[in-house]
């Protein structure tokens, strides 16, 4: 089956304003998002203690897209402004592993995977039959956004099968990223000498950038800016970080696994309250 795409760009002011104002679907090959520290802190534990600024990357966010776009054909790159920037590359498709790129209103969207659910979510989110991964992605953020019918881990536990995403909400300057139980789709993050987080599913990307301060996205954990990282398996459990070593006996980074012996306060409002529940 042929693929479509679209070339498409986008560019955002520090105040969220978007040029483009149309919305866009379309196949990539690989992705990359590079987050300011203010849009999307690094968890404590994903820098590698031993790594200085020569250790863990370099080049700054410039140079890491201008890297990505030179290493494949096709490749796009989104401004965010002062958040970071998204990018993806559209070169060599790989038809048995779906990646989409949509743009609803001001939220921005890359999704790499399955989700065998469709049909339930399509209905659960008044979607359209043509409605894909990524536009249901960005409509289960927004729903969680602007009325919060349910928890953030619920959200994210209800969309079955194999993904990862990275959603930036540029209107409210947030993201949303998350993967699923099985760790089924290659997804890596990391940061860099100044505290950027960067996420790709190109571990080389990783590597370049972060240095030895990187590690695969945590299998059944979602991230948002207003939270953090957290299971979406065990909402009420904590995450601790432990740290990975590689096959030369270097820590690498860390992986985050549930602490069964801690449980959050959960502070959460009673159903009906006025609170907004997307914060958790």
Not at 88 to 111: E, G, H, W
Not at 178 to 183: E, H
Request: aromatic share 10%.
């Amino acid at each position: 089956m042929p693929f479509t795409f679209y070339k498409a760009s986008a560019e955002l002011s520090d105040h969220g304003s978007r040029v483009v104002e149309i919305v866009r679907v379309l196949f990539f090959e690989k992705m990359l998002a590079v987050f300011e520290k203010s849009v999307a802190k690094s968890p404590e534990g994903l820098r590698s203690p031993a790594c200085g600024a020569d250790q863990n990357g370099g080049g700054g966010t410039a140079a890491v897209v201008q890297q990505f776009s030179a290493a494949g054909e096709g490749a796009v790159t989104i401004s965010l402004g002062s958040s970071g920037d998204m990018a993806y590359s559209s070169d060599k498709q790989n038809p048995f592993l779906p990646r989409l790129f949509a743009v609803v209103d001001d939220i921005f969207c890359m999704f790499e995977g399955h989700i065998e659910n469709i049909p339930h979510l399509k209905v659960q989110y008044g979607l359209t039959k043509s409605a894909n991964e990524a536009i249901i992605v960005i409509e289960a953020y927004r729903t969680l956004r602007d009325r919060g019918p349910y928890p953030a881990d619920q959200v994210v536990r209800d969309i079955h099968g194999k993904f990862a995403f990275v959603l930036f909400d540029s209107s409210t300057k947030s993201t949303f990223i998350a993967a699923d139980a099985d760790g089924s789709v290659p997804f890596f993050w990391g940061t860099d000498s100044e505290d950027h987080l960067i996420l790709s599913d190109d571990v080389e990307i990783l590597k370049k950038a972060c240095g030895k301060s990187f590690a695969p996205f945590p299998k059944g954990c979602f991230f948002t800016t207003s939270k953090g990282l957290q299971s979406f398996e065990h909402p009420l459990n904590e995450l601790k970080p432990v740290p990975r070593v590689d096959s030369h006996g270097d820590v690498c980074g860390a992986t985050f696994k549930v602490d069964s012996q801690s449980r959050k306060a959960t502070g959460m409002p009673r159903v009906g309250s006025a609170a907004d529940w997307s914060n958790y």
